[in-house]
């Protein structure tokens, strides 16, 4: 089971920072940990994954040079951050295990507002 | 990074089936056999249906089916239940460079 957390709003131009609790098994598995967004009134979007090994990282041209994704193996949790934010980048963050072409395990995502 | 093209609502009796179409490009849906297609009710995590065009998780019920011709795949639901409510949506490894493209996403009613 994944659970996001982190702040609902965060300000125009700032950084917005969201965790995922993986809980029922290790983050350690040969897994890619995900992060896919739905924007109001849109499809849903892949942002960013990792490998559980964090030797490879894939991201989505379109967000390539704001975002990150980190794996912290002793709380079982990972990461994604995103710079320069808009409200573009309003929208429901889920967080899911990537089995390389798929998603087998998503969170039930974490509303993000943008604004001031 | 172009979205794969769904209809944007399906419905049927409870019983009936009804197919959900998912519309690429060679360089996704037509160049590799990894569509993948998703339930999601709003407010709840989204559900794996189908991977690899046509196999199924384990626990979930026979009555869906995917499948894949040229550019476009298809989801089909049979046996239509009220609890088939929901948001679908496909997705398609898109290569190296685009990774995974979403579908527009199709609400099925429940007549």
């Given at each position: 089971e ?14 917005l ?21 739905q ?14 090994d ?12 704001r975002?990150n ?14 710079t ?6 309003t ?26 | 990074q ?28 037509g ?6 297609w998703?339930?999601?009710v ?5 559900q ?11 626990g ?9 011709s040229g550019?476009?795949?298809s ?10 409510e ?16 979403f ?8 007549l």
């Amino acid at each position: 089971e994944l659970q996001e957390s982190g702040p609902a709003v965060v300000e125009p131009s700032g950084t917005l920072s969201l965790t995922c609790s993986v809980s029922g098994g290790s983050i350690s598995g040969p897994s890619w940990w995900s992060w896919l967004r739905q924007s109001p009134g849109k499809g849903l979007e892949w942002i960013a994954d990792v490998y559980h090994d964090e030797t490879t990282r894939n991201y989505n041209p379109s967000h390539k040079s704001r975002v990150n994704v980190v794996i912290e193996k002793s709380t079982n949790q990972f990461f994604l951050r995103l710079t320069s934010v808009t409200a573009a980048d309003t929208a429901v963050y889920h967080c899911a295990r990537g089995r390389a072409t798929y998603f087998d395990v998503w969170g039930q995502g974490a509303l993000v507002t943008v604004s001031s | 990074q172009s979205a794969l093209t769904q209809p944007p609502s399906a419905s049927g009796s409870p019983g009936q089936s009804v197919t959900i179409s998912c519309a690429g490009t060679s360089s996704d849906v037509g160049g590799y056999n990894y569509v993948s297609w998703y339930r999601h009710v709003p407010g709840k995590a989204p559900q794996l249906l189908i991977y690899e065009v046509n196999k199924r998780p384990s626990g979930v019920p026979d009555r869906f089916s995917g499948s894949k011709s040229g550019n476009t795949a298809s989801l089909t639901v049979s046996g239509l239940q009220t609890d088939d409510e929901a948001y679908y949506y496909c997705s398609s490894y898109g290569g190296r460079y685009n990774f995974y493209v979403f579908g527009t996403g199709t609400q099925i009613t429940v007549l």
